[in-house]
């Protein structure tokens, strides 16, 4: 099946540091790609859409100049976290699809990120 | 290396019980989780287990026993509301989830 990879795995950074978080489409080309933000057992909340070559597109609350997306290539896309502060540690998943929604969609191993 | 799997499609009728499995070979286990999302949606958490046994919560039921690598999702009084894909991922001893490719429910009247 569909492979997503996710680097790195796990990031430790101080407080105001920017922070760069890969999702790449290993076997296919993702015209779509999400990010989502997960806390421990709750649902995924997504936190963006960005289709290959346009800008992201930003859920209610999130903030864009904070979370910045780039979509820059149909296998990879990158989310930077500017400024991180405590609060923004969190379990980063992002996810592609092929085509269309009615697409499957498959999902990276997820980003841990720690700020001290 | 690292697997999960799932059968991509079942259909079943409003008011039966579906069972949906759910096999995983990882390096370390950490636990399994089941999500149900809805097409254009995220994915909704169900449960997690991570000890062997069943769950229940309501209408939907998971069952894990790891030393056959092995869950189910159980979802009983089905509903049409209940299509969607159902998402089984498992999470390894780095914490990292390991995805299937989601089995996509049908109800039918």
Redesign the interface.
Known sequence: ??VVSQHP??VICKSGTSVKIECRSLDFQATTM?W?RQFP??????MATSNEGSKATYEQGVEKDKFLINHASLTLSTLTVTSAHPEDSSFY?CSARSGG??E????G??T?LLVL | GQNIDQPTEMTATEGAIVQINCTYQTSGFNGLFWYQQHAGEAPTFLSYNVLDGLEEKGRFSSFLSRSKGYSYLLLKELQMKDSASYLCAAMDSNYQLIWGAGTKLIIKP
Do not use: N, V
């Open positions: 099946g569909a795995s796990w999400f989502y057992k709750q649902s995924l909340m997504l998943i929604a009615q499957t969609q498959y999902f191993p997820g841990r």
